[in-house]
């Protein structure tokens, strides 16, 4: 494009706009701008020609990632308003700081008993003067957990969605908001324990293990394994270059440059073959980069490290 090139015009974007969503479709088939592409975080780096059927099915595939966000950003927002409106809440006798720190105490220690007791103790139908103020009770709690959770660098997203706040404004009994609390607070502590099964593993160990086993997927992304672990992009990438020292789509790139050399040596399978295993749609843009990265193409390196006998 005149006068400034993709890489710096997202540069731009993404300052301005930090959660923009960025594509590059391009002529230019150069590893080096398309691993700056990719420490952007673009979505895609595609390289033409291309169909039209195929970036229809691209644009569309980045428009539902997009309302997607925005329906979980609208559903948090609409619980911080809910909230804000109904603050004397905070305030009252029953609904404080104890009983909220007790929640999430029991919700970290996996004490669903404890989750039970103390979310039927703070949404007592007697506590509040109608359904409407019990609901915003409801609300507030899981409101509260929600800020935990992100303050853990969980994505709040992994136990809230727009089905949950729907029925809690459908709830007319007490016993019904107690049951989509426990819900909410239940699944917070599975992941949260889920995390503490997988042999104290760091987010980062996870995250490598994750990689390693799905390395074949196209698809493989920071957001993948964010939504699989179920902690939000921004803490995860942040771990993730304090742990690696690279960005995570150079450690994507090399880890799968990693395994092809390795199946180059230990196998006969051909080019395009070993393209796909490692994550590779496109078997020219493999070479490619492997060549970028070895110095010389899938073959040569094969000829070069199993000379014929």
């Known amino acids: 494009m005149p006068y400034i090139d993709g890489i710096t015009a997202a540069k731009l974007i993404k300052e301005d706009v930090p959660h923009a969503k960025i594509a590059f479709l391009t002529g230019y088939n150069s590893f080096d701008y398309a691993q700056k592409a990719v420490d952007l975080n673009a979505l895609k780096y595609l390289l033409k020609p291309i169909s039209a ?43 404080n700081r104890l009983h909220v720190a007790s929640l999430i105490s029991a919700i970290k220690s996996g004490d669903l008993d404890q989750i039970n007791s103390i979310t039927k103790l703070m949404l007592q139908p007697d506590l509040a003067d109608s359904i409407n103020t019990l609901r915003a009770y409801a609300l507030s709690i899981i409101l509260s957990i929600a800020l935990e959770a992100e303050r853990l660098g969980f994505s709040a997203s992994s136990f809230l969605s727009g089905t949950m706040i729907d029925a809690l404004f459908q709830r007319e009994s007490a016993d019904g908001l107690c049951s989509d609390v426990r819900y909410a607070c239940s699944t917070l502590s599975k992941i949260i324990g889920g995390q503490h099964d997988s042999g104290q593993l760091s987010l980062f160990e996870r995250a490598v293990r994750f990689i390693e086993e799905n390395i074949s997927d196209t698809e493989l992304s920071a957001i993948t394994i964010c939504g699989k672990l179920y902690f939000s992009p921004s803490y995860f990438r942040a771990i993730f270059k304090k742990e690696s020292g690279v960005s995570f789509g150079a450690y994507l790139t090399r880890a799968r440059m990693k395994k092809a050399k390795a199946l180059l040596m230990e196998t006969d399978q051909k080019s395009y073959q070993i ?7 496109d078997p020219r843009y493999f070479s490619f980069c492997f060549k970028k990265h070895y110095g010389m193409s899938p073959k040569d390196f094969r000829e070069t490290t199993r000379p014929l006998q």
């Not at 393209?275 to 749609?281: H, I, N, Q, R, Y």
């Open 53 to 95: 059927a195929k970036m229809s099915g691209i644009l569309s595939e980045i428009r539902s990632l997009l309302d997607d966000e925005r329906r979980k950003k609208a559903d948090y927002q609409y619980l911080q308003d809910f909230h804000n409106q109904h603050s004397d809440i905070m305030k009252s006798a029953f609904f």
């Open 275 to 281: 393209a796909k295993k490692v994550g590779f749609s």
